[in-house]
């Protein structure tokens, strides 16, 4: 396995990485960088480095990626409780309660360890709770656990082994959820080769067989479409070309049985543009421009990812070979990267879901609950409009009960008529994504036993219940 020289973070590098370095940002930092150091001070990891790196890394990482500063004060603190036997009081009495509040949280985490079903629910049960009080505590879980993958290699096998599972069925899944695309894609990469070393070379060798064709052929259509976009008016703020990862790659060769020919986005051409309308109007130019690969547009500024993921995607070919091309505005791209730690209202979002959740938690069965709500928070998800025009997340699957009852559990309690896309259908029929759903509701409509078989939802089956008992 590749092993980067790790390089030694400074204050300096911190400063610099911040989005608004104001004099008070730099003094707090500063403070808490000093505090840290001097915590940690004869603390040295198995690489033999000074501990305090570790926390410096994470701290940078997230100064990098836009995070508030009380954040970015709590990543440097983030090991002094558990590690350096400094109390909750005396980070208060330094920095205050705010701060406190998320060191100790990231502390109360503590090691997450997968270790099968059971213990994973229990696990995912601890994150909410942790999440739901502020969700700070896990974008530095977060960072913190990238970090350490970045240096697992140092451990024993059999830890090694265990750390990089947690980081494919916890982490990742996690920073999915809260739309941080370039941490998810690091964390995966760097399990991927511990869990499946196996796979891991195979779809390594299978990409190398094609890389350079396709490298190619996506730098050719980037430069070909950059200049048309150019010409026809529309300004690019960026272009560039990735390579998809490669556990991504390993998933997806799962579902074209192996053959990569198939993957369009082995290498894929991103063009961030000014507007959502130049988006719309890039993909005009981009489809006459070069022939495009019949059915492959993919609206997901109409439509957005249920994680909030916006942009639209496409594919055409260059040469023999299928590129995808991906167009989206500043704001869009980033916040495909780092989305919740810039978008306060994705924030509350998660949050009201999550607190609803952990209310349920304290009352129904662990075990089925959890298999539940992790399928509500990490299963493929739909999204369905209101006639206002709002959008509801759910999962696939789901009918206008979850809906109903996401909207609120007024709308679910007295569901009288559905219909959808114009036409009345029962309110259990299954929703598609994208579907408009106006659900008409009466004082003397009331759930049926019957939707219990149907709905997808937790917080549709509890309600459900709750009303079911009541009316006894
Ligand atoms: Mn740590």
Known sequence: ???????????????????????????????????????HADQKRLSGESFFQHPAHVAHALAYAGADIPTIVSALLHDTIEDADISGEELEA?????????????????????????????????LFLAASGDVRVLLIKLYDRLHNMQTNYMHPQDRAWRKAQETLHIYAPIAEQLCMGEVKRDLEDLAFP???PQEYEATKALREAVMAERESAARHAASLLSQTLSARGIQTTRTSVHAKSLYR???????????????????????????????????????????????????????????GYQGIHTSVYSGAAAVEVQICTE?????????II????????????????CAAIMTADPRELMKNIAQDFFGYRICV????GDSVYLPAGSCAV???????????????????????????????????????????????????????????????????????
């Open 1 to 39: 396995m590749e092993v980067q020289p790790a390089q030694d973070i400074t204050l300096q590098d911190v400063e610099d990485a911040l989005r608004e370095p104001s004099p008070s940002a730099r003094t707090s930092i500063g403070h808490a960088w000093y505090f840290a150091e001097a915590a």
């Open 94 to 126: 330094h920095f205050g309660s705010e701060v406190r509040y998320i060191v100790e949280g990231v502390t109360k985490l503590g090691e997450i360890k997968y270790t099968g079903d059971e213990a994973y629910a229990e696990q995912l049960r601890r």
């Open 194 to 196: 511990y869990v499946q």
């Open 249 to 307: 790659l390993h998933a997806k060769l799962q579902r074209t049985a192996g053959v990569i020919e198939q993957i369009e986005d082995v290498y894929s051409v991103r063009f961030v543009v000014k507007t959502p309308v130049d988006c719309y109007r890039a993909l005009g130019v981009v489809h006459s421009t070069m022939r495009a690969v019949p059915g492959r547009v993919r609206d997901y500024i109409a439509f957005p990812k249920s994680n």
């Open 331 to 339: 704001e869009m791209d980033a916040h495909s990267q780092y989305g």
């Open 342 to 357: 810039n978008t306060a209202c994705n924030t509350v979002r998660w949050l009201s879901d999550v607190s609803d959740m």
């Open 385 to 388: 409009f209101t006639p206002q």
């Open 402 to 472: 979850d809906c109903g009852y996401a909207i609120h559990h007024v709308v679910g309690d007295h569901i009288a008529k559905v219909r959808v896309n114009g036409r009345q259908v029962s309110p259990t029929t299954p929703l598609q994504n994208g579907d408009i759903v106006d659900i008409v509701t009466s004082a003397s409509g009331k759930p049926d036993t019957a939707w219990l078989e149907h709905v997808k939802t937790t917080r549709a089956q509890l309600r459900i219940r709750e009303s079911l008992c009541r009316a006894l």
